[in-house]
Every structure is written in structure tokens, then in C-alpha cells.
């Protein structure tokens, strides 16, 4: 623990000691594996630059973490896994530990306390949802709207969506039923608190594609994290859900005519996780970046090129501005209480209770 | 040249052929703006009351060709700016001839005296369908060049482009392929896995298309099957085994992995084209040179591979392309330290929609046709010294 407080102390003590650990027992090239895009780019910035300026390690990028579950079970069944840090969703954190896939992490351990000694267990709290996840952003999925094609009254509620009357035009949703089925049961007047009671049933899940049903021919399917705002900047849609930071990057840095929706957005996570079956060097240089690119000063960095929430309650204090824009990013985060006044938080168990059976059900009606 | 007599024709012909070439044109304008009857409903009337003017009462044709051509540009100007000025431009000119090409007769100048009326229209017909499949072919490729000089990050005609206003272009996209650490490292990926994969390719096809085409080689049939069955299996089925091979071996992520598993889909290529210039290969040259006390490397460098090469080039040639543009085997095969430019197309257009992409295709797309012309000079050159073409 001393050690780390020394290292981000000083900059010339960071380089030496940076050097001292790298030697020998550790890998010299790392392969990081993320989601590409703007989002590949600040973790860039904030982790990989400034960890490959302070030991020498040669990091290369992989954009796949869209099918890193099929890709790391396809190499543990050849036994040669090539990845050495896998950037996935809580959700995929959890399947890859529970067919260890991925290893476990002792949080307070093997991660970074925060600066004033809270060990990183309680720092990440709950967002820790399994043991082999570490948390790095919290993100949500919420919607942007064309300001430019609602009139004088833009939405300011998620059921606008559902509105074709007053809100006329095409809107693009995800191609999975996970969110647009909570969405449609808030609208069909199911209360927050009862949504996943609702959806556990199967005349909630007809139900909640009856409320779909009513916009089904209004609606562009995506599935890349791109489409949406792709479609937005086109004028192709009036409204469409995509990931926050996505928005972000349309609004203030394509200075595109569109706004956010902050209604009902639903909360997940986002972080790293290590494979099994690495060599010790290999493991010993993945531990390291991981515990360097969590700690509370770096989870803070990466909201300066995203508006992505830290997942560390200590590096929120520490969010300023837009590395290049110079605007203050607090705002623009998911978890700013402006923003948050009405969430909705993804619920990790329910779906995976449940996601085979309505994911079958979602894909025949989408098909009708 | 003309030994067809030409005679003006009746209205009753020009005005209807004229009409319905207008719809043509307003369909196309139409729904570009919203209302595709509307458009055609409007081209043919325009057109066929161009038609009538122009047989009764403007027949001098200098006069009527500049007319229609400062009417369209001037419609065009009007409704969509400078780039509506550009398309009202061709309209005008292309109207302006046609009617008093079809007035004049003149379509019939260049056939024989004796076509019937069914002759011509299918003459005339053969080519507006052989343009129309051009087009088709030719305008996704055309359609990504100008969207790649985008001043903004997306697929799409902004309006400043659709002004030609300067502001609405930019060289940023290509400005990132050529700074961007990511596309320079696939850059120099594909640049040094294809050509070693194409040179193993054409060794290897090569010299199996030789030994395949001996008489005495057994089981001749199966070994060429195997051999080319790269080429019909599925990808996505060679991928995966040659995943879970290379993986076993150790090749799985290495450079030399990917370099062989490109050298076997390129072999079925050179295989086949080889065996192909093989068919008319006179082996008594061989028995001659043999005869003649040449060694069977000396037979095979002197006599028989300058009279192949051809076969041997064109299979080379797609043995390159199958590596430089291969996606699915190099996703497999390859982890991110070899990615290769296609795969960081395919996860740029996946994770990011970015006109970079559109950047990097006009390049590969102005390269290729730079490499295509190359190859075809250099052949009529050498025609031309052999003595075997004119000029």
C-alpha cells in the first residue's frame, strides 16, 4: 500500500519504481481488449499512454469486446489465450466468472486503496457485482432527440417515445429486448418498483411487447453503439437510445442539433477482467495494469475524454473538465443529480434468469 | 460513312419516346425530393411539351439546344442551388441532343439501311440495360468518393456538400489514415502479410499445378480436390479449423500463422489458372530441351515458365487480393498484433461509423485502378514490341 501511495506522489519516484516492477517477472507487450471508438480512445489516454510511458510495456488494442465471452471460451477450449485485459459489461463479467473463464480478484488485495486509505472494497461498494469484475465506468442507456424536428415542446419523459402522435417520425431502439421492455412496461403504467415482478411473468413480457407493438413500425433496430448517432446526424430519426458517452460526443464535439433524453435511463456497468490462464508473467503484468488503471486518480482521468461515470466513490470529487473542450464534464455524467432525478438500474440477476427465454420471445415477435 | 438514309420523323414517335425518357428523369429527381409520380408526372410533361415546341416551332436546332440547356440550368440553379445547377446542366444538354436526335432520325445513321424497326429498338435497348447494369455495378464505389472528403464524422451528404460549399469539404479523414498509429500499424500489416503470402502461394500452386498435369501422377483427381477445397469450403469452416490447428501448434497469433493460412487460400487461385495455361503446353518443348542436355530446373526456368507465366502472373495476382482483402481467416488466425487494413475496417465501421473508412477505400479504390492501368500499358507494350498489335 505504501508503495502505490509513493508512486502517484511523484512523478520521477513513479518512473524508477515503474521500471524496478517490470522487470524479469513480468510480460514486456500486453494485449487490451475493448470496445474501439471514442471510448477505446480515452482509456487510452488515461491508462495505456501514461502506464507504457512508466514501464516500457508494449500494449496493443483489440476491439472485441462485443464477443469476448465466444472468444475467450473458443481460446480456453484451444488453450492459448492471447488477451490479456478484457474490457466487458458487468453482465459478461458475470457469466465469464461463473464458467471460469475469468480469474477472481481479491479487491483490497490486489486493487489500489483510495488515497485516504478506504480499502478499494468499499470504495467500489456495490458496484463490485462479482468477484472477478473490476469496475472502471458506470454508463447508461438513455435516449438523444433531434431538437430541430420536435417542435416547441421536446420530450422531457421516457414515454414520449412511445408517442408517435406528437412526436412523429422514425426512433431507433436496440435490437434486444433487454431496456425496451422495461421501458414499455414504465409506459404501459407498470410503477418503477414493479417492472421486473411484471416482466418474470409471461403475460408481463406479452405485455410489455404489446406496448412495443404500438411503435413497432416506427422503429430502426441497432446494434452498434455507432448506429444511433449515425442515424441522429442523418436526420433519420427523431429520437433514438444509444450509450450516454456516445451522445456526449455527438452533442459537444459534432456539435450535432441533438439533446438528451435523461428520463428513465438505465444504469450499467462497465469494467476489466482478467482470463484464466495466463502465464505467471502474464497474469503478473495484467494485475499490475489493472490495479494502475482503477485507482482513484486514473478512474477520474478517463472522465476527462468521456462522460462516463467513475466507478470509484473517491474519484468522483476529482471529475473536472473536457481534456481538449475545457467544459466541466459533471453535467454530462450519467450520475449528476440533474441528470439522475429519475433512473432505472439494470438488473443483473433478473436477466440472467431470464434472458434465453425472452430474448426467444423478443426475436419471433420482431420477426412477425 | 453513312449509307443509311435519314428522314425526319413524326410526332407521334418523337414526342411519346421523348416523354417517357422525361419520366425516367423525374422519377429520379422525384424522389430525391420526396414524390416520385409527381416527378415522373412532371418530367414527361415538361419534355413532351419541349418535344412539340421544338418540331413546330423552333426548328433551328443551334437556337433549341441552348435553349433547353439555359432553361434546365436555370431550373436546377433555382430549386437545389449549385449543385441542382450541375444536375440541371447534364439534363439540358442531354434533352437538348436527344430530341433532335430522334427529330432528325438520325439513331438510324449508324445501323445498316436494312434493320427493321425491332432491330433498332433492341439495338438501343441492348445498351441502356449494358449502362444500367454499369451503373449499378459502378455507383456504390463512386457514391463513398466524395462522402470521404465529409467535414463531419458521418455517412452523410451535409447540406454544405450538397452546395459544393467549400466549408462542407475536408482532408481530416485522410489526414487520420495517414497520422493514426491504428491504420498505419494494418497498413504496414497487410503490406508485409500479402506479398509473402502471395509469393508461398505461387510457389507452391505452381509447381503443384506442374505435377498435377503429368499423366502418371496417381490419384490425380482427389489431390487437385483437396488442394482447391479452400476455395469451396466455407470461410467461416476453414477459419475455425485452421483456429483450432494453428492454436494446437502454435502458429494461432503469429505472423507466420496468418502468412500460411493466406498462402492456402491463395494456392487454389494459382493452381487453377496454371493448369488452365498448362492445357495448351506442348510437352515435346520439354523432351526437346532435355534432348537438348538441359537439366529439368534449367527445362523448367527456360522453356517451360516463360511460355506459363501468364497463368502464373493472373494467379498471383489473385492470390494477393484473396490476402489483402481477407477479413474472416486473419480474425481467426490473427490476434490484434496482426491485424490486417480490412479487419480495422471491419471493427471501424462496427464500433464507429467514421469516414476514415470511406478515406481508405478511395485510396484502395484509386490504387488498384492505378495498378490495373499499369499492368494493361506494360501489356500493350509488349504486345507492341512483339510485333502483335498495331500502333
Redesign the interface.
Known amino acids: 500500500m505504501k508503495l502505490t501511495t509513493t508512486l502517484f506522489a511523484t512523478a520521477a519516484l513513479a518512473v524508477s519504481t515503474g521500471a524496478a516492477i517490470s522487470e524479469s517477472h513480468m510480460a514486456k507487450e500486453m494485449t487490451i481488449v475493448s470496445w474501439g471508438g471514442a471510448y477505446s480512445n480515452s482509456q487510452q489516454k488515461a491508462y495505456s499512454d501514461p502506464y507504457s510511458a512508466m514501464t516500457g510495456v508494449k500494449i496493443i488494442n483489440d476491439e472485441s469486446s462485443a464477443e469476448a465471452v465466444a472468444k475467450l471460451r473458443a481460446m480456453n477450449e484451444a488453450g492459448n489465450v492471447t488477451w490479456d485485459v478484457v474490457d466487458v459489461v458487468a453482465s459478461d463479467a458475470i457469466r465469464l466468472c461463473d464458467e471460469g473463464l475469468a480469474m477472481e480478484i481479491n479487491a483490497d488485495k490486489q486493487l489500489a486503496p483510495a488515497p485516504d486509505g478506504t480499502p478499494a472494497s468499499e470504495d467500489f461498494g456495490s458496484l463490485r457485482v462479482s468477484d472477478c469484475f473490476i469496475p472502471q465506468i458506470v454508463y447508461s442507456t438513455t435516449f438523444g432527440y433531434r431538437t430541430d424536428m420536435v417542435g416547441d415542446t421536446p420530450p422531457t419523459k421516457i414515454c414520449d417515445v412511445f408517442d408517435t402522435k406528437k412526436y412523429p417520425g422514425k426512433r431507433a431502439l436496440e435490437k434486444r429486448p433487454i431496456n425496451n421492455m422495461e421501458w414499455a412496461l414504465l409506459c404501459d403504467g407498470v410503477p418503477k418498483d414493479k417492472v421486473y415482478d411484471v416482466l418474470a411473468t409471461p403475460e408481463g413480457q406479452e405485455r410489455a411487447l404489446a406496448k412495443l407493438d404500438t411503435i413497432k413500425k416506427d422503429v430502426i433496430w441497432w446494434s452498434a453503439g455507432a448506429d444511433t448517432p449515425q442515424l441522429l446526424a442523418d436526420g433519420e430519426i427523431v429520437m433514438g437510445s444509444t450509450y450516454n458517452g456516445r451522445l456526449f460526443s455527438l452533442i459537444v464535439e459534432q456539435k450535432q442539433p441533438v439533446a438528451m433524453l435523461w428520463d428513465a435511463q438505465v444504469f450499467d456497468l462497465d469494467g476489466w477482467i482478467i482470463p484464466t490462464g495466463l502465464s505467471p508473467e502474464r497474469q503478473a503484468r495484467a494485475l499490475d495494469f489493472v490495479r494502475f488503471a482503477t485507482d482513484t486518480q486514473r478512474l477520474a482521468d478517463q472522465a476527462k475524454y468521456i462522460s462516463y461515470g467513475p466507478a470509484r466513490k473517491s474519484s468522483a470529487p476529482l471529475v473536472g473538465k473536457h481534456a481538449t473542450l475545457g467544459i466541466d464534464m459533471a453535467p454530462y455524467m450519467p450520475t449528476d443529480p440533474k441528470n439522475a432525478k429519475n433512473t432505472f438500474l439494470y438488473n443483473y440477476e433478473f436477466w440472467a434468469d431470464y434472458r434465453d427465454d425472452i430474448d426467444a420471445k423478443f426475436q419471433a415477435w420482431l420477426a412477425k | 460513312m453513312t449509307i443509311t438514309p435519314v428522314s425526319r420523323k413524326p410526332m407521334s414517335f418523337v414526342v411519346p419516346v421523348v416523354a417517357l425518357s422525361g419520366a425516367v428523369a423525374g422519377l429520379l429527381v422525384g424522389t430525391a425530393n420526396g414524390s416520385a409520380a409527381l416527378g415522373i408526372l412532371i418530367g414527361a410533361v415538361v419534355l413532351a411539351g419541349l418535344a412539340v415546341l421544338f418540331m413546330t416551332v423552333l426548328t433551328d436546332k443551334r437556337m433549341g439546344r441552348w435553349l433547353t440547356l439555359a432553361i434546365f440550368t436555370l431550373a436546377g440553379f433555382f430549386l437545389g442551388g449549385l449543385s441542382g445547377l450541375v444536375v440541371g446542366l447534364l439534363f439540358g444538354w442531354f434533352f437538348g441532343w436527344l430530341i433532335y436526335w430522334l427529330a432528325e432520325g438520325r439513331y438510324r445513321a449508324s445501323l445498316p439501311p436494312y434493320t427493321t424497326p425491332m432491330q433498332v429498338l433492341w439495338h438501343y435497348t441492348f445498351r441502356v440495360i449494358c449502362g444500367a447494369i454499369f451503373l449499378f455495378l459502378i455507383t456504390p464505389i463512386l457514391v463513398v468518393m466524395p462522402l470521404s472528403f465529409n467535414a ?5 451528404f451535409t447540406p454544405e456538400m450538397l452546395r459544393l460549399d467549400p466549408a462542407g469539404y475536408s482532408l481530416k479523414h485522410y489526414v487520420d489514415f495517414f497520422t493514426n498509429p ?1 491504420w498505419q500499424n494494418a497498413v504496414w500489416n497487410s503490406v508485409t502479410i500479402a506479398p509473402v503470402a502471395t509469393l508461398l502461394s505461387v510457389g507452391f500452386g505452381t509447381l503443384a499445378a506442374i505435377g498435377l498435369s503429368q499423366p502418371h501422377v496417381p490419384f490425380r483427381q482427389v489431390i487437385m480436390a483437396i488442394l482447391i477445397s479452400p476455395m469451396i469450403v466455407p470461410l467461416i469452416i476453414s477459419a475455425a479449423g485452421m ?2 490447428f494453428y ?2 501448434i ?1 502458429l ?2 503469429t505472423y507466420l500463422g496468418v502468412v500460411l493460412a493466406h498462402a492456402a487460400l491463395g494456392i487454389p487461385f494459382v493452381i487453377i489458372t496454371v493448369t488452365a495455361t498448362l492445357v495448351g503446353f506442348d510437352r515435346s518443348l520439354t523432351r526437346a530441351a532435355a534432348n537438348m542436355g538441359a537439366n529439368p530446373v534449367t527445362t523448367f526456368f527456360r522453356v517451360q515458365m516463360p511460355l506459363i507465366l501468364p497463368g502464373v502472373i493472373a494467379g498471383g495476382l489473385f492470390a494477393f487480393i484473396t490476402s489483402f482483402d481477407e477479413v474472416v481467416v486473419v480474425l481467426f488466425v490473427g ?3 496482426q ?1 490486417t487494413l480490412p479487419w480495422q475496417m471491419f ?2 465501421l ?4 467514421s469516414p476514415t473508412i470511406l478515406a481508405v477505400a478511395t485510396i484502395l479504390v484509386v490504387l488498384s485502378i492505378m495498378l490495373l492501368t499499369t499492368v494493361e500499358l506494360l501489356r500493350r507494350r509488349s504486345e507492341r514490341l512483339r510485333g502483335l498489335s498495331p500502333g
Not at chain 2, 462496427?350 to 461509423?353: D, N, V
Open positions: 463531419q464524422d458521418f455517412f452523410t491504428d483456429y483450432f492454436s494446437r502454435g494461432q497469433g490476434s490484434a498484433g491485424k471493427t471501424g462496427r464500433e464507429q461509423i
